[in-house]
């Protein structure tokens, strides 16, 4: 019997681990197969659907046994509640809550493993209290779990993007973690020539930030912190769904394009973009990096194959 691997993608968003997902199992001439996938928001749904051929279920917390059998979930849950930027209520915050949909679906469907993925300050929530909570759940169904914060920076892309991974098996397991690739790709490799002028900020922000700062980089992105700050890098800060229009600008001047904004998370020049630009930007600072997702995957598929390979 030829081997393939079934796989969830929960709170898809775009589809960022199932772009990751199908590059490296064919890497690995691993058939696979996405058996279901979930995403609430309609732009979402709709870049899904232009990318993936298939329009994801709508809200998870309304789907009842009606998920096929699989052998991996992925699932990138919201992380409003948990980040720097949103209000600290963590579990308070009904959206907190939405991570015991995980733990509801991997009690009656039980995969043999799991790769979730939240904001770094998932750990330090609450003192700490927030995610001894999460990996206590995930332990009482019967997963051997590890995690560990990645940047994308570390991983080939130039954004400074730290996010925590969970992964889960259904056995205790030799797994190490992706070693980090000594080179990103340079800025000049993601930004677009010739860039339609509605992209750049008015002269006074461009005047404004010039007698702020003078960049050491050529191309760099500029960053503006929550105190008024600018700092630039030959990288780009953490794209964020919500952030203020001119929170990055590249070379102090301009907006990120959306193809920019999805490459600098690893998505392919072929991914199609069929939303608003507003709406590209929010789906871009809410993806997981493909890149980091294919490298843990990486780590990942040669347990998964060995023991796969064994089903009757
Ligand atoms: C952090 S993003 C995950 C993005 C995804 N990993 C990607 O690569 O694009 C979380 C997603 O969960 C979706 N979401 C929030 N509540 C949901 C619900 N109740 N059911 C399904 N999806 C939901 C949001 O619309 C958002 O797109």
Redesign the pocket.
């Known amino acids: 019997m030829t081997m393939k691997i079934r796989y969830i993608d929960?709170?898809?968003?775009?589809?960022?681990?199932r772009v990751a997902a199908n590059n490296v199992f064919k890497k690995h001439k691993i058939a696979s197969e996405c058996v279901f996938s979930?995403?609430?928001?309609e732009f979402?749904q709709k870049m899904y659907m232009a990318n993936f051929g298939e329009k994801?279920?709508?809200?998870?917390?309304q789907i009842n046994g009606d998920i096929p059998q699989h052998d991996i979930l992925?699932?990138?849950?919201?992380?409003q509640p948990f980040s720097i930027i949103g209000n600290g209520k963590g579990f308070e915050d009904i959206?907190g809550t939405?991570f015991f949909?995980i733990v509801r679906i991997l009690r009656y469907t039980k995969p043999k493993a799991f790769i979730l993925?939240?904001v770094k300050r998932l750990k330090s929530h609450q003192d700490g209290y927030t995610f001894k909570k999460i990996c206590g759940a995930l332990r009482k169904l019967g997963y051997w779990i590890d995690y560990k914060v990645l940047n994308a920076l570390d991983y080939g892309l130039p954004q400074k993007r730290e996010r925590i991974f969970i992964i889960g098996y259904f056995k205790p397991v030799n797994f190490t973690w992706p070693p980090k690739k000594p080179k990103m790709k340079p800025l000049d490799k993601i930004l677009e020539k010739n860039v339609d002028k509605k992209y750049f900020a008015s002269s006074r922000i461009i005047n404004k930030r010039k007698s702020q700062h003078k960049s050491q980089h050529n191309p760099s992105i500029w960053h503006e912190n929550k105190a008024g700050n600018i700092c630039s890098y030959p990288y780009s800060c953490a794209l964020r769904?919500g952030a203020s229009h001119n929170y990055l600008l590249v070379n102090g001047e301009r907006r990120l394009t959306p193809r920019e904004m999805l490459r600098l998370?690893g998505f392919p020049n072929k991914f199609k973009i069929v939303v608003p630009d507003s709406q590209a930007r929010k789906?871009a600072g809410?993806?997981?990096p493909?890149n980091v997702v294919q490298a843990v995957l990486e780590s990942f598929a040669p347990i998964l194959k060995n023991d796969l390979s064994k089903k009757p």
Do not use: H, K, Y
């Open positions: 929960l709170f898809a968003g775009i589809g960022g681990f979930s995403e609430i928001d979402a994801p279920f709508g809200d998870i917390s992925f699932a990138g849950f919201p992380c959206r939405l949909e993925e939240n769904a998370q789906q809410n993806a997981v493909v």
